[in-house]
């Protein structure tokens, strides 16, 4: 698969679909009443191009964080440059489906490092200060909640990983004091 690009153009993230192939996101540097254009290409196993979509979402919100999980394509939104901007939730299919958005506000400065989805709830982890912290979104109900137990001072979260049985793990290290 090939495009040729201008030296303007913005890179394209990829996104492994497993089987299904890749999804490629590109920022088009297109604006209109607001909105800022964003390119997705699925290509399959072969990189044969399989649709082209487009969407749109507010200028002021930034592209953070991506997953694919159960046949969608997930999107992590944040409003503005700061850690407590709310948050979109974009969930996409293949096709001619349409795309779920869905909004969340965590009412606290959350700075995000991963962005997973677990039977249909967004999982947001990073920091709160400077402890680890874990926020899980119910992209359903609209509903947020944190994890208890996490806020250990001396401790940095390293990977959260999602496991096939619908669980998680947390990876943490604790340093000295």
Avoid: C
């Avoid at 749109?56 to 850690?83: A, K, P, W």
Wanted: hydrophobic share 40%; net charge negative.
């Amino acid at each position: 698969w090939e495009r040729e690009l201008k030296n303007s153009s913005h890179n394209y993230t990829v996104i492994s679909m497993g089987a299904q192939g890749l999804a490629l996101v590109h920022d088009k540097q297109k604006y209109e009443a607001g909105k800022r254009f964003w390119e997705i290409i699925a290509l399959d196993t072969l990189l044969k191009e399989k649709w082209t979509r487009e969407i749109s979402v507010d200028n002021r919100y930034n592209f953070i964080g991506h997953d694919f999980r159960d046949g969608f394509v997930y999107f992590l939104f944040r409003y503005g440059e700061t850690d407590s901007g709310d948050l979109k939730v974009l969930k996409m299919g293949d096709g001619n489906e349409g795309v779920e958005v869905h909004a969340y506000d965590p009412q606290l400065a959350i700075r995000l490092s991963h962005f997973n989805i677990i039977e249909n709830k967004a999982i947001l982890a990073g920091y709160i200060s400077s402890e680890p912290a874990i926020l899980l979104f119910d992209i359903d109900s609209d509903q947020g909640k944190i994890v208890p137990g996490l806020f250990v001072k001396n401790t940095q979260l390293l990977d959260v990983r999602v496991n096939t049985n619908n669980t998680f793990n947390i990876v943490l290290s604790e340093s000295p004091s």
